[in-house]
């Protein structure tokens, strides 16, 4: 199993964990933002091409020199996608937090009766 | 504790699949199809260096619209979700010596580096997004270290407006010259900067549109921080 691969299956699981396990909001949170990486990482591996640079053109690279520029632009959007949601989600944490005084999910469940 | 272990067992399960689905996967295996032809023809389409530059911003600029977009509505939910009457900081105490005097002096640095970031994103890593990150950090140092910093509302959201409709508008020059929407007229029709590729001055309207997302990016990341640090008064709702 590649390295690459590898690291990345094992940030989703680590995230997945944590989504599924933790009681806290904010840890669910972290668990997907570690998610997120996990998916950008395969991505971007996926892409690689062994022996290659980075696919900035500049002297003595040359375009068959270079890997795969798309899965690194589409990496580059969903990163942003993912600081977007990351700051919705967050602000719907503090609103959690200033209405139940807690951010344990079951406890804000058993309060919602 | 059975719920642990319940989870493990199905973590255990996907990861098993995963790796079965990408095991078919080699690594580091030429499969470009698309990519092949963005690096064979970046050069002379766009004249910018840096291939994934010229993917985000010129091959797939609507696609970059609708991202600025997508964060545009994020900092504006923010700001909804997180609105009260009163607002305050409640921070009683200014940051430590070493906080208040770093934030002070690395702040012109910090932002001289996030302008670079995003001026220089056809030619090197990097571009409008993580330059503008970078200079709401400096605002988010200031922050941290002074309880009374707020920043300057009235430039900082037509400042927004301003890179977003400025985005829309070079996207709609590009159809009245070229015949279709964020069509690259500083380079395909004005042929500006053909004898530098590779320079600061080349790459047509991407380092404009850059420069435009990166403002955008450091006002709305610092409007997204202003509204999350303060808070709403006591008993206030």
New interface residues.
């Given amino acids: 199993?590649?390295p690459?691969?590898?690291a990345s299956?094992?940030l989703?699981?680590i995230g997945?964990?944590a989504i599924?396990?933790k009681r806290n909001v904010l840890k669910m949170l972290v668990g997907l933002s570690i998610m997120e990486t996990g998916v950008n990482l395969?991505l971007i591996?996926?892409?690689?091409?062994?022996?290659k640079s980075?696919?900035?053109?500049?002297?003595g690279i040359t375009?068959?020199k270079?890997v795969?520029?798309?899965p690194?632009?589409l990496v580059?959007?969903a990163?942003?996608?993912g600081?977007?949601?990351t700051?919705?989600a967050?602000?719907?944490v503090?609103?959690l937090y200033?209405k139940y005084k807690t951010l344990n999910v079951e406890e804000i469940r058993r309060l919602r009766g | 504790m059975v719920?642990?272990i319940l989870?493990?067992v199905?973590?255990?399960i996907?990861?098993l699949w995963?790796?079965k689905g990408?095991?078919q996967?080699s690594?580091?295996?030429?499969?470009?199809l698309?990519?092949?032809y963005?690096?064979?023809h970046?050069?002379e389409d766009t004249g910018a260096?840096?291939?994934?530059t010229?993917?985000?911003v010129n091959y797939?600029g609507f696609?970059?619209l609708g991202?600025v977009t997508?964060?545009f509505?994020?900092?504006t939910?923010?700001a909804a979700?997180?609105w009260r009457k009163r607002r305050e900081r409640t921070a009683k105490t200014d940051g430590s010596v070493v906080l208040t005097t770093g934030a002070k002096l690395l702040l012109p640095f910090v932002m001289l580096f996030g302008s670079y970031i995003f001026i220089h994103g056809h030619?090197?890593?990097g571009?409008g997004?993580p330059g503008g990150?970078t200079i709401a950090t400096a605002f988010l140092f200031l922050y941290l270290a002074f309880t009374v910093y707020e920043i300057d509302h009235k430039l900082f959201e037509p400042l927004e407006g301003i890179a977003g409709v400025g985005y829309v508008t070079l996207g709609l020059i590009g159809l009245a010259i070229g015949g279709y929407f964020l069509f690259d007229w500083i380079w395909q029709s004005w042929g500006l900067g053909k004898e530098n590729i590779?320079r600061l001055f080349s790459a047509g309207f991407i380092p404009i549109i850059y420069i435009l997302i990166g403002l955008k990016?450091g006002t709305e990341?610092t409007g997204?921080i202003d509204?999350?640090v303060k808070e709403?008064e006591e008993g206030g709702q």
Avoid at chain 2, 49 to 52: C, T
Wanted: charged share 15%; hydrophobic share 55%.
């Fill in positions: 199993m590649n690459y691969y590898f299956i094992a989703i699981l997945l964990y599924l396990v395969l591996s996926v892409g690689y091409v062994s022996g980075a696919p900035i053109l500049s002297e375009p068959d270079a795969d520029p798309i690194q632009a580059l959007t990163i942003v996608i600081v977007a949601t700051a919705m967050l602000s719907v503090i609103n200033e | 719920k642990r989870a493990i199905f973590i255990l996907i990861g995963m790796a990408l095991d996967v690594f580091g295996e030429d499969r470009m698309v990519g092949k963005y690096l064979e970046v050069k260096v840096n291939a994934v010229a993917v985000v797939r696609d970059t991202e997508v964060l509505i994020a900092s939910g923010v979700l997180l030619l090197t890593p571009g997004f990150a590779g990016v990341l997204i509204n999350m709403p």
